[in-house]
């Protein structure tokens, strides 16, 4: 099949074209997707870079060449022994963060709980552009920080970067639920949010979010140390002194420090770093977010976005074999919403 792997880690330049890749095969609880579309999310681009390889070289059946891209959409072409749900034929979407599964190519075999039904008001670009990010968010919220939907009825909610990939799903998710929602993005990106959700928008370029907001009871921050160690600790001081507090951050040191100190000393060191930053802001409880498949998260987002409550946020689409292009668009980390791959003309 066709696809754009990598060989080895490094700049976008690294992305080669091949005509030679294995169609994978199925195990028993697995779908082979004929893929239409995929999208880009910054964590492809990290892995690219060799971030997180001390874990995901283990992880990977082979070295390289190596597929990168978590989304899908696409048709189901074949189904494993065990797989009752789907048929050959049937639309699909959804996203997985194994290092064994990849969609920059034709075909990619996800396990059946990783994927659903596509919505059916969704094209396929736009059904790519969606589980990564909402199935982030959504382990986030309720498997990190254990909150429940009711939970942030009329609650003042704080989203740091709302208007990339993430943060325009998170914001229409949490006005869903009831929460009072500031954000903050570049001006031209106001009347955005605001379309969304958000009740403030603050522009990070000319304002101080930590100057503005106080009393906050739940901070969502996709910039996270990403933007310095003082913007995590702004971050925290808008944010209630009370139990009930959360900062949940999406970018911190966990993977970094396996990567610096190695498996066997890296793991031990990561827990312990997260517990001293846990036992540091009490009252407030941190989470250190990482992605985790959730077949209940992916199903309430194909609910949501069928009764039009989600709607997709798409920047550009790109052609599979301009992949490059993609990856240099998201990195400069002003993509205005979700950067799509059409791997197969679809609109
Ligand atoms: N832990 C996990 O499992 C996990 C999962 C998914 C994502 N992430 C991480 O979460 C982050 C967000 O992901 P994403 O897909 O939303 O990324 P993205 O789409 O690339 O985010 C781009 C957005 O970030 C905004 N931005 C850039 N610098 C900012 C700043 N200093 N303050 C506020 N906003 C700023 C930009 O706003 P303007 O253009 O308006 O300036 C742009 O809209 C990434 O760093 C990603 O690695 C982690």
């Known amino acids: 099949m066709f696809g754009m792997p990598i060989s080895r880690y490094g700049a976008s330049s690294v992305f080669e074209q091949s005509n030679e890749l294995p169609i994978p095969s199925v ?81 990619a075999a996800f396990n059946q709980n990783e994927i659903d039904f596509k919505p059916s008001n969704l094209s396929f670009n736009e059904a790519a552009s969606l589980p990564y990010v909402a199935i982030t968010t959504w382990t986030a919220l309720i498997r990190w920080a254990g909150i429940r939907p009711q939970d942030l009825k009329d609650k003042k909610v704080f989203i740091q970067a709302g208007s990339g990939g993430v943060g325009t799903f998170a914001i229409q998710l949490l006005k869903y639920w009831g929460a009072k929602i500031a954000t903050t993005c570049s001006e031209s990106n106001h009347a955005l949010v605001k379309k969304l959700g958000a009740e403030i928008a603050i522009d990070y370029n000319t304002q101080k979010f930590y100057e503005l907001l106080e009393d906050y009871d739940l ?50 060191s990561a827990l312990k770093q997260r517990q001293q930053v846990k036992k540091e802001a009490k009252p407030i409880n ?26 997709p946020v798409i920047d550009s689409v790109y052609s599979l074999k301009n992949i490059i292009e993609a990856h240099e668009k998201v990195g400069t980390s002003h993509a205005k919403g979700k950067v799509v791959i059409e791997v197969e003309k679809n609109d």
């Open 219 to 268: 901070v969502f921050d996709c910039l996270g140390d990403f933007g310095g160690l003082d913007s995590v600790g702004n971050c925290l001081s808008i944010l209630k002194a009370e139990a009930n507090s959360h900062y949940i951050t999406l970018n911190h040191p966990f993977l970094r420090t396996i990567d610096k100190k190695g498996l066997v000393i890296g793991v031990p």
């Open 27 to 107: 195990n028993k609880n697995e779908v082979l997707v004929k893929i239409k579309s995929t999208s880009v999310n910054p964590i492809d681009l990290m892995k690219r870079e060799g971030y997180g390889k001390t874990i995901f070289e283990k992880q990977r059946k082979q070295l390289f060449p190596w597929i990168l891209g978590s989304d899908v959409s696409g048709i189901v072409k074949e189904v494993g022994s065990k797989v009752t749900k789907f048929k050959e034929g049937d639309e699909v979407y959804g996203s997985s963060s194994s290092t064994n599964i990849g969609t920059y190519c034709e075909y």
């Open 286 to 311: 941190i989470h250190w977010s990482i992605y985790r498949p959730s077949p209940s998260g992916l199903s309430e987002l194909s609910r949501l976005v069928e009764a039009e409550v989600i709607k």
